[in-house]
């Protein structure tokens, strides 16, 4: 059906017949009534949806299928904070008087489907304070504690939860130890939780590659209300993962035709193994790479680290005053800002104490932003999964300056947060898969430097 005001006839109620396969769009648009669109679940277009840009207050009911077309069809909606997924038809009653349907006999999506979790560590008082932030979620809830991974593995075997947090260090056996030997194949997402001790840095990198989605400081109780928000945002996100394909990597097939020029790579949750299967899968020489992880301090030596082992090229730990050279990737140190300059003719890596920016140190918006101010013949920005905006505005300026910019699908991040900014700023040329995303790097640096000879 068209788009429709629902006006008052004869009766101050109207009953509306809404079918599983259709979605329904509620709008409390002025005090005569409601906007109302029924969507058929063929049809893939939603060019009405342009209507309903900027809502007030919009409900979606109708299928959690119909529901994931639109949200691909339209990256920027719907923004609705209410979502009820059917299993059948129901009829839905608008009540003209109260100029609202009434909806008292179902469920929010968040009701509905919380999410199972599994706290897997060995000290209580990280148990509860863990619990205490998860309990506060409107989309997860503690299903179990486990003080080692013996106790968790029966918790597992017994009711397989959506997510874990698990702790590094514990008796019996390492929490990195039981990821490799026991949770690889799983397929459930997993949470490290770390004291962010230089000690750990090689751990949790460890733990990453062998399959942990991301790593968050073990809370404090002197911090914990200004700590919660961040770890249950992490937690919520990497949730949602569990729906997700594993990622089969494409090893490029090209070569680099040449080194000169340079390729700057952003990246948050779950980058750090991202990153690992992009380096893998490119050629074995390079043009110079320059790289800002959202990570601390102590960790992106041990991220630069292992990543060397695993690449025939080198990755280092970016210090102040670096020559960029080829066949190098340079990784912003946590805690500092990473800039470009160029003198005489070469270009260095600058590692300045400058302020955060998006909240960030290193951020990416302040790496791409130099990049964008020297001009660079052959320039590829990436921007890889993570939460936030960081990133969108610098790549906007390499895109307007010229360069060619690549961003991470929905479907093979960890977190679509940082690529669909960038996206929905029009700062990018190409939206790539993880899998292919090494191939298109060497591709579309090709196809620049033919541009520019």
Same mark, same amino acid.
């Given at each position: 059906?068209?788009?429709?005001?629902?006006?008052?006839?004869?009766?101050?109620?109207?009953?509306?017949?809404?079918?599983?396969?259709?979605?329904?769009?509620?709008?409390?648009?002025?005090?005569?009534?409601?906007?109302?669109?029924?969507?058929?679940?063929?049809?893939?277009?939603?060019?009405?949806?342009?209507?309903?840009?900027?809502?007030?207050?919009?409900?979606?009911?109708?299928?959690?299928?119909?529901?994931?077309?639109?949200?691909?069809?339209?990256?920027?909606?719907?923004?609705?904070?209410?979502?009820?997924?059917?299993?059948?038809?129901?009829?839905?009653?608008?009540?003209?008087?109260? &100029? #609202?349907?009434?909806?008292?006999?179902? =469920?929010? *999506?968040?009701?509905?489907?919380?999410?199972?979790? $599994? +706290? @897997?560590?060995?000290?209580?008082?990280?148990?509860?304070?863990?619990?205490?932030?998860?309990?506060?979620?409107?989309?997860?809830?503690?299903?179990?504690?486990?003080?080692?991974?013996?106790?968790?593995?029966?918790?597992?075997?017994?009711?397989?939860?959506?997510?874990?947090?698990?702790?590094?260090?514990?008796?019996?056996?390492?929490?990195?130890?039981?990821?490799?030997?026991?949770?690889?194949?799983?397929?459930?997402?997993?949470?490290?939780?770390?004291?962010?001790?230089?000690?750990?840095?090689?751990?949790?990198?460890?733990?990453?590659?062998?399959?942990?989605?991301?790593?968050?400081?073990?809370?404090?109780?002197?911090?914990?209300?200004?700590?919660?928000?961040?770890?249950?945002?992490?937690?919520?996100?990497?949730?949602?993962?569990? &729906? #997700?394909?594993?990622?089969?990597?494409? =090893?490029? *097939?090209?070569?680099?035709?040449?080194?000169?020029? $340079? +390729? @700057?790579?952003?990246?948050?949750?779950?980058?750090?193994?991202?990153?690992?299967?992009?380096?893998?899968?490119?050629?074995?020489?390079?043009?110079?790479?320059?790289?800002?992880?959202?990570?601390?301090?102590?960790?992106?030596?041990?991220?630069?680290?292992?990543?060397?082992?695993?690449?025939?090229?080198?990755?280092?730990?970016?210090?102040?005053?670096?020559?960029?050279?080829?066949?190098?990737?340079?990784?912003?140190?946590?805690?500092?800002?990473?800039?470009?300059?160029?003198?005489?003719?070469?270009?260095?890596?600058?590692?300045?104490?400058?302020?955060?920016?998006?909240?960030?140190?290193?951020?990416?918006?302040?790496?791409?932003?130099?990049?964008?101010?020297?001009?660079?013949?052959?320039?590829?920005?990436?921007?890889?999964?993570?939460?936030?905006?960081?990133?969108?505005?610098?790549?906007?300026?390499?895109?307007?300056?010229?360069?060619?910019? $690549?961003?991470?699908?929905?479907?093979?991040?960890?977190?679509?947060?940082?690529?669909?900014?960038?996206?929905?700023?029009?700062?990018?040329?190409?939206?790539?898969?993880?899998?292919?995303?090494?191939?298109?790097?060497?591709?579309?640096?090709?196809?620049?430097?033919?541009?520019?000879?």
């Amino acid at each position: 059906m068209p788009i429709k005001k629902l006006m008052p006839g004869n009766s101050s109620l109207t009953t509306i017949h809404l079918n599983k396969e259709d979605g329904v769009l509620v709008f409390n648009q002025d005090e005569e009534g409601i906007f109302l669109y029924i969507e058929n679940k063929n049809d893939t277009n939603f060019s009405k949806l342009s209507k309903f840009s900027d809502p007030k207050n919009i409900c979606y009911i109708g299928s959690k299928e119909l529901f994931k077309k639109i949200k691909e069809a339209h990256l920027n909606w719907p923004r609705c904070e209410k979502k009820m997924y059917l299993s059948d038809s129901i009829d839905l009653t608008y009540n003209h008087e109260l &100029q #609202k349907i009434d909806l008292s006999n179902f =469920k929010l *999506e968040e009701e509905l489907e919380k999410k199972n979790v $599994l +706290i @897997v560590d060995d000290s209580k008082t990280i148990q509860k304070l863990l619990a205490k932030i998860i309990e506060s979620s409107t989309k997860l809830k503690v299903t179990g504690i486990a003080n080692n991974p013996i106790e968790a593995k029966a918790i597992i075997e017994q009711n397989k939860p959506d997510l874990i947090t698990l702790d590094i260090h514990m008796p019996e056996m390492d929490g990195v130890e039981f990821l490799k030997t026991y949770l690889q194949d799983k397929h459930i997402p997993t949470v490290m939780i770390s004291s962010v001790s230089i000690n750990e840095g090689p751990l949790v990198m460890e733990a990453l590659s062998h399959g942990a989605q991301t790593y968050i400081q073990k809370p404090s109780l002197e911090n914990i209300k200004a700590e919660s928000k961040h770890i249950l945002n992490q937690l919520e996100a990497v949730a949602d993962l569990r &729906q #997700k394909k594993p990622i089969v990597l494409q =090893k490029a *097939e090209d070569h680099f035709n040449h080194n000169q020029g $340079l +390729i @700057v790579i952003g990246s948050s949750t779950g980058g750090t193994k991202a990153l690992q299967d992009i380096f893998t899968s490119l050629p074995d020489e390079i043009p110079p790479i320059l790289v800002v992880q959202h990570i601390p301090k102590v960790f992106s030596k041990a991220l630069a680290d292992n990543l060397n082992r695993l690449c025939v090229f080198e990755v280092k730990e970016a210090e102040n005053g670096d020559k960029i050279e080829p066949n190098t990737v340079y990784i912003a140190p946590g805690d500092h800002q990473m800039k470009l300059t160029k003198n005489g003719g070469f270009l260095y890596c600058e590692i300045n104490e400058d302020p955060p920016l998006n909240h960030f140190k290193p951020s990416v918006d302040y790496l791409f932003k130099s990049v964008s101010e020297i001009r660079i013949n052959n320039l590829i920005a990436v921007i890889l999964t993570g939460m936030g905006k960081d990133g969108a505005l610098g790549m906007l300026d390499i895109y307007n300056k010229g360069g060619y910019t $690549l961003a991470q699908d929905e479907e093979s991040c960890v977190v679509f947060g940082m690529p669909k900014e960038a996206i929905e700023v029009g700062a990018v040329h190409k939206i790539v898969s993880l899998s292919d995303m090494a191939q298109e790097i060497v591709s579309q640096f090709n196809k620049q430097l033919k541009k520019a000879v």
